[in-house]
């Protein structure tokens, strides 16, 4: 059973950099055709795709969101991250990590999400 | 605004069907079998219960059925039950070179 877990700062100001960490369990982020990604969501809005990321390493971004966001892997920690730079308000937003099995384009596996709240 | 368009809400009592479109154009719903859909009760993460338009994921009852014609995409629940009342969103595939993946506005089921 795979498991996710986002983990990082649930505060940040604006213009900073916004840095998430998704930690994987049950699986290895570097084996298999899995893709990795992360999702945002407003409050009392809906889904935003933002980003994932190959176990090849290879990215692919919402290209609204593209000239701000990376996404990267660690592999010996089994965990990929997302930064997302120079954040507004209309970044603050439950963010979610999740997985794309074999190479799909659905997701089969969600972390419980974390709030990221943008203000000074 | 949404890539995916689908209604705010949708309701019906117990043991009835729902039915939720999502319609998108050519380039994601209409061009690729890549529809998906999610459940979202408050203060959870979605849940996958339909995917390539009409597969249901192990452990989801067959009361949930999708389908799809042309450019629209349909979730139907069968059979309401009290714990089918949540936010569904739909999901497609919309091509490598655009944004990928799109997902709905989010439909608000209420089971009266």
């Known amino acids: 059973q795979v498991q996710l877990q986002e983990s990082g700062p649930r505060l940040v100001k604006p213009s900073q950099t916004l840095s998430l960490t998704c930690t994987v369990s049950?699986?290895?982020?570097?084996?298999?055709?899995?893709?990795w990604s992360w999702i945002r969501q407003p409050a009392g809005k809906g889904l935003e795709y933002i980003g994932r990321?190959?176990?090849?390493?290879?990215?692919n971004y919402n290209p609204s969101l593209k000239s701000r966001v990376t996404i990267s892997t660690d592999t010996s920690k089994n965990q990929f991250s997302l930064k997302l730079r120079s954040v507004t308000a209309a970044d603050t937003a439950v963010y979610y990590c999740?997985?794309?099995?074999?190479?799909?384009?659905?997701?089969?596996?969600w972390g419980q999400g974390t709030l990221v709240t943008v203000s000074s | 605004q949404s890539a995916l368009t689908q209604p705010p809400s949708a309701s019906g009592s117990p043991g009835q069907s729902v039915t939720i479109s999502c319609s998108g154009t050519?380039?994601?719903?209409?061009?690729?079998?890549?529809v998906s859909w999610y459940q979202q009760h408050p203060g959870k993460a979605p849940k996958l219960m339909i995917y390539?338009?009409?597969k249901r994921p192990s452990g989801v009852p067959d009361r949930f059925s999708g389908s799809k014609s042309g450019n629209t995409a349909s979730l139907t629940v069968s059979g309401l039950q009290a714990e089918d009342e949540a936010d569904y969103y739909c999901?497609?595939?919309?091509?490598?070179?655009?944004?990928?993946?799109?997902f709905g506005g989010g439909t608000k089921v209420t089971v009266l």
């Open positions: 050519s380039s994601d719903v209409g061009g690729y079998n890549y």
């Open positions: 049950g699986g290895s982020i570097s084996s298999g055709t899995s893709y």
């Open positions: 990321i190959y176990s090849s390493g290879n990215t």
């Open positions: 999901s497609s595939y919309a091509g490598s070179n655009t944004f990928d993946v799109v």
């Open positions: 999740a997985r794309n099995a074999g190479g799909t384009y659905y997701f089969d596996y």
């Open positions: 390539e338009v009409t």
